[in-house]
């Protein structure tokens, strides 16, 4: 088939490609470049032996995504791109408004004029706001807590209710929880922008000796250790899940909404440990008060996803360590 992956060159979206492209899928990319470099076309190239296609345009402008369309007949598309830093989305919400949903409207509207009416989204478990009990499921009650959360289920709604028209549309959201790991090659991973809010690229910095020490956001929070506990997934078990759903949206109409996680939940410090044993250095850190909006526990069931797409987490947290670190090492 042939795919459109939004937000090609970033994070997940990368290791997205790369999935696709070993399971023979033809990958046309569109991204902006606001948050990933254009050589990562060149890595995803040396770790496949295979092209993408790539158009450098901006989904805010409905105009520079027209080309993908004209030239292409598009099986489904694979949403990725938007902008995803809860602190800026606080500070700046018209930026994350205008890009994630005007994006998602003008990327909806070509869909619809080229008749390409599959769509898998990148949503995120932080759609369920600050939940009641853990493991989370797929039908527990929604709720956001911040701009950035609300574009995720702003989307959410949008791409669903166009399945209430139209039932040749077809949507698959998945809500990711904590992707971390990194490519084995040592070729893709994760290079946020100056000081990482979240806790992996925090602990590479440390690791580098870029920053002096971890601040532990709360050692008081009601879970084994106090600290908070989260759901981190390989981001390649990650890209998997888009391969499946692809399947699943070309076999089923509607809306289909799975999380993608592994099921189990380990906390800032089991994390910091784990890093410890992958790489033999020590993460010096410190207990730092809660940080605002934090929750204590956040970990999947990924039943869902298992029974309806086929698809389970393989790598363990020992591997995402592994996996963050060579990328790390190599290009930090
Ligand atoms: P990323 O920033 O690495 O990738 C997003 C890509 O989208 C970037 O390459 C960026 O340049 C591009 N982009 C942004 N705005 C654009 C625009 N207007 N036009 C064209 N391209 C644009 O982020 P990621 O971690 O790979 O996340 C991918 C998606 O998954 C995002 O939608 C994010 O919200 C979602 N998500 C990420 C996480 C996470 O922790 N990384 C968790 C849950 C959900
Ligand atoms: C994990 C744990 C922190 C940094 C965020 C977004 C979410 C999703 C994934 C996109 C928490 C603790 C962190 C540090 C720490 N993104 N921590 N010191 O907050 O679960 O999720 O990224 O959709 O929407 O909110 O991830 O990595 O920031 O934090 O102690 O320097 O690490 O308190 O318990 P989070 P995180």
Redesign the pocket.
């Known amino acids: 088939m042939k795919i459109l992956v939004?937000?090609g060159?970033?994070?997940?979206?990368s290791h997205a490609c790369v999935e696709l492209l070993q399971k023979g899928h033809e990958v046309v990319v569109?991204?902006?470049?606001?948050?990933?470099k254009r050589d990562v076309l060149d890595k995803i190239r040396e770790i496949t032996g295979k092209e993408v296609i790539f158009y450098k345009?901006?989904?805010?402008d409905k105009e520079s995504m027209r080309p993908v369309f004209e030239e292409h007949t598009l099986d489904a598309v694979i949403h990725?791109?938007?902008?995803?830093a809860v602190g800026e989305s606080v500070e700046r919400p018209l930026l994350y408004y205008q890009?994630n949903i005007t994006?998602t409207l003008n990327l909806c509207e070509l869909m619809n004029e080229y008749q390409c009416r599959r769509i898998i989204f990148?949503?995120?478990?932080?759609v369920y706001g600050s939940p009641e009990t853990v493991p989370i499921r797929e039908d527990f009650p929604l709720g956001t807590t911040n701009p950035y959360g609300s574009t995720?289920l702003m989307q959410e709604r949008i791409l669903s209710d166009l399945c209430v028209p139209d039932r040749e549309w077809s949507v698959v959201l998945l809500r990711?929880f904590?992707?971390i790991g990194a490519h084995e090659s040592g070729l893709l991973g994760?290079s946020p922008n100056g000081i990482p809010n979240?806790l992996m690229p925090y602990i590479m910095q440390v690791a580098l000796g870029k920053l002096p020490e971890l601040g532990v956001f709360g050692d008081d929070y009601d879970t084994p250790d106090g600290t908070g506990v989260r759901d981190y997934i390989h981001v390649v078990d990650l890209a998997r899940g888009h391969v499946n759903a692809i399947e699943k949206a070309v076999s089923s109409a509607g809306v289909h909404i799975y999380n993608l996680g592994t099921g189990n939940g380990y906390s800032v410090l089991e994390l910091v440990r784990a890093f410890e044993e992958a790489s033999g250095l020590t993460i010096p850190y410190s207990v730092k008060p809660r940080r605002a909006g934090d929750i204590a526990a956040s970990y999947a069931d990924p039943g869902k996803a298992k029974e309806e797409l086929g698809w389970e987490a393989e790598y363990d947290l020992a591997r995402m360590c592994q996996d963050s670190w060579r990328y790390a090492r190599h290009n930090f």
């Not at 569109?30 to 990933?36: I, K």
């Not at 345009?57 to 805010?60: L, N, S, T, W």
């Open positions: 939004t937000g060159t970033g994070y997940i979206g569109f991204d902006n470049l606001y948050n990933s345009a901006d989904m805010r990725f791109a938007g902008l995803k890009n994006g990148s949503s995120s478990a932080t995720k990711y904590n992707p994760e979240n």
